[in-house]
């Protein structure tokens, strides 16, 4: 009876230990590894930035602090490979972006963001990033004439 009892400890205390070691989601339903690999060296060309080897995207972006992600989205953004990027072009992609957009002049006036403008002419912020999304550097004053108008806050 003991050595039952000890054997079914000893079997719980594995399987505990075990469980222990498994990356959560192992076993799920559908999982289909982990989405950003780290390539084997020799299996893809190596980018060179700052002087720093790379294998992937994912490591660039975790050495950098920004999310792999957005990384991939930048790259696709350029229309280049990884690996033909040169290397100021890999400095504008790993900026980190601080806010929402670069400083812009209406009126004589230079607001640093969107924010900034949306307070001062009480505005709805999320219907002017909607209308001005990617535009708020090349936009013009009668530009920013048609979103104060059709964004003005309803009191």
Request: aromatic content about 10%.
């Amino acid at each position: 009876m003991l050595g039952k009892i000890d054997s079914k400890f000893v079997g719980s205390e594995q399987a505990i230990e075990f469980r222990e070691q498994l990356a959560p989601g192992i076993f799920k339903p559908g999982y289909r590894g982990f989405r950003f690999k780290e390539a084997a060296a020799g299996d893809l060309p190596t980018v060179m930035i700052d002087g720093r080897k790379f294998n992937c995207v994912a490591s660039i972006a975790r050495a950098h602090g920004l999310d792999p992600v957005t990384v991939r989205r930048r790259i696709a953004d350029t229309g280049k490979a990884a690996d033909k990027l040169s290397n100021d072009e890999w400095k504008l992609i790993l900026a980190k972006k601080k806010g929402k957009g670069k400083p812009f002049t209406y009126l004589d006036r230079t607001y640093s963001n969107i924010a900034q403008f949306c307070r001062e002419h009480q505005l709805n912020t999320n219907l002017v990033y909607q209308k001005v999304k990617d535009r708020a550097d090349s936009a013009d004053e009668e530009f920013w004439g048609l979103i104060i108008e059709t964004c003005k806050r309803k009191n």
